[in-house]
């Protein structure tokens, strides 16, 4: 539990409309955890309940190796949080900001903070109503991060910015989070984000997790392998192949832990292999949903 700066157990939330079921996640201390999923998957839930912002209907839910949200006052002195729907006040400036933080949170760090105005091109002066979404991000990032907390849980902190904008903020976040000392939850639906930041990288879909692994053990497991078959009989999944994608004689496999045997299996049917591809992460979250749908609703029959 104490190497834990996450944990949940079986936590549930009902909603007239969505359910989080049964949700068992760990972030140990000093990891980057990217959470990945589509828009109403249950990112935003899952960590409003992190936050205590709401209660569980079961299951227990432990930060930093204390309860939430019993002990919630005490744990967030120590965790810093970003979400897109938190608001600074827009007729002051950055530099009230920072003074009202810096008497709230005593481990304020004012070398580190004037680092990062200089990094992220902020003015002190400027309202924060005449902000770009970019810099208000950035703004946002500086207040949480010069309070130099132990657990950082950042919530879609890209979304809705135009490109350029976008990574601006993740060369940020990137050069900001190559401490290893820092933890971090990273909640985002773009990947390509998620792929460049994260140590770990945990799907979830539809209110439940699907799978949770390190980036490289993704990476290195998934393959695409392209074949053309000595007829044009359906070719079906067997053993690691999760997907068979076919046009006549040839046809697209993907397999989610991928060796070298595969292939041999292949040859022996008189199957031949025309390429066996990496993929990137966002292949892999598509393909491990989809067959993660599948498997849920032939159970469900």
Do not use: C
């Amino acid at each position: 539990m104490q190497d834990l700066a996450i944990q949940l157990q079986n936590v549930s939330k009902h909603f007239s409309h969505f359910e989080l079921k049964n949700i068992n996640l760990t972030l140990p201390k000093g990891q980057i955890m990217g959470f990945v999923g589509a828009n109403g998957a249950g990112k935003s839930t899952t960590i409003r309940l992190i936050m205590g912002l709401m209660q569980a209907d079961k299951g227990n839910i432990s930060v930093l190796g204390q309860s939430m949200p019993q002990m919630q006052t005490q744990i967030k002195r120590d965790v810093g949080f970003s979400s897109e729907e938190m608001k600074l006040y827009g007729a002051q400036n950055l530099a009230w900001h920072i003074h009202f933080i810096k008497n709230v949170y005593p481990n304020w760090d004012d070398n580190y903070a004037r680092e990062l105005l200089h990094r992220f091109d902020l003015n002190l002066e400027q309202k924060i109503k005449q902000l770009s979404k970019g810099q208000h991000i950035k703004a946002q990032l500086l207040l949480v991060l010069a309070r130099q907390p132990k657990l950082l849980v950042l919530d879609e902190p890209t979304t809705g910015l135009d490109p350029v904008a976008r990574q601006e903020v993740n060369n940020e976040l990137a050069l900001i989070l190559k401490d290893e000392e820092r933890t971090v939850l990273f909640s985002s639906h773009n990947t390509a984000d998620v792929e460049r930041i994260s140590d770990q990288i945990t799907f979830i879909d539809r209110g439940r997790l699907i799978d949770s692994q390190d980036k490289e053990s993704y990476l290195e497991n998934w393959r695409r392998i392209q074949l053309e078959l000595p007829t044009d009989l359906p070719l079906q999944p067997s053993g690691s192949v999760i997907e068979v994608e076919q046009n006549g004689r040839i046809a697209s496999v993907i397999s989610n832990q991928f060796e070298p045997l595969i292939l041999d299996a292949y040859q022996q049917q008189n199957i031949k292999i025309l390429a066996v591809e990496t993929m990137s992460l966002e292949e892999i979250f598509l393909a491990n949903v989809n067959y993660r749908r599948q498997v849920q609703q032939k159970g469900a029959r």
